[in-house]
């Protein structure tokens, strides 16, 4: 079956520019997740999403944000880029709840911010 | 709060070797622990997920053990190859709400 599909999987923006990334989860799986992945700081967790809910959200200002659809696919969207958003932006997901369930990632999608 | 830390940071070593990566927990009520191998620039790749009720998971020439009582994890990576280059991570549930809280990794390379 398919797996995590994210798209687009490069991309390059300017700053105060926002951006859009997608996630398709595997089918049947209800739960989205996001992280952040930069060389300094590791992967950090962004938010989740399960059932069109946001279950629980990292600690990040509130340029970030995202949504869950009926289908299960999410959208996060940063606002007014700044130099330091450039990251790789992962999602995974989970049958259940992430911290039940074993976590299935994208490819991610690279985000450059010049 | 959960903190995970991973030793060593990096590793290199010969074709054929066994070796052994470290994760350790600092809060033992988990669901699971989950090992994943990363390449550079890609996306994680799920090794073994083993639940807190059992002790190991075995895929191939990979064995990942768990002690809660102890907040460690161990991942076996048994007669190494060249493919196995590549970041391994490990990631614990928080219990203080729903994310995941990842190790900084390993980074192995095994030399031809």
């Known amino acids: 079956k398919a797996g995590v599909t994210q798209t687009p999987r490069y991309l390059i923006k300017t700053r105060g520019q926002q951006v859009t990334l997608s996630c398709s989860p595997i089918s049947g799986h209800r739960s989205v997740s996001w992280y952040q992945q930069t060389p300094g700081q590791g992967l950090q967790f962004l938010f989740e999403?399960?059932?069109?809910?946001?279950?629980n959200k990292g600690n990040f200002p509130g340029r970030f944000s995202g949504r869950q659809f009926s289908n299960s696919r999410s959208e996060m969207n940063v606002s007014t880029l700044e130099l330091g958003d450039s990251a790789l932006y992962l999602c995974a997901s989970s049958l259940t709840l992430s911290n039940t369930g074993e976590l299935f990632f994208g490819e991610g999608s690279r985000l450059t911010v010049l | 709060k959960q903190e995970v830390t991973q030793i060593p940071a990096a590793l290199s070593v010969p074709e054929g070797e066994n070796l052994v990566l470290n994760c350790s927990f600092t809060d033992s009520a988990i669901y699971n622990l989950q090992w994943f191998r990363q390449d550079p620039g890609k996306g994680l790749t799920s090794l073994l997920l083993?639940?807190?009720?059992?002790r190991e998971q075995t895929s191939g020439r990979l064995n990942a053990s768990l002690d809660k009582s102890s907040g460690r994890s161990t991942l076996y990576i048994a007669a190494s190859q060249p493919g196995d280059s590549a970041t391994y991570l490990c990631?614990?549930?928080?219990?203080?709400?729903?994310?995941?809280?990842f190790g900084a990794g390993t980074r192995l390379f095994v030399k031809a």
């Open positions: 083993i639940q807190s009720s059992q």
């Open positions: 990631a614990v549930p928080n219990t203080g709400g729903f994310k995941t809280i």
């Open positions: 999403y399960f059932s069109e809910t946001q279950r």
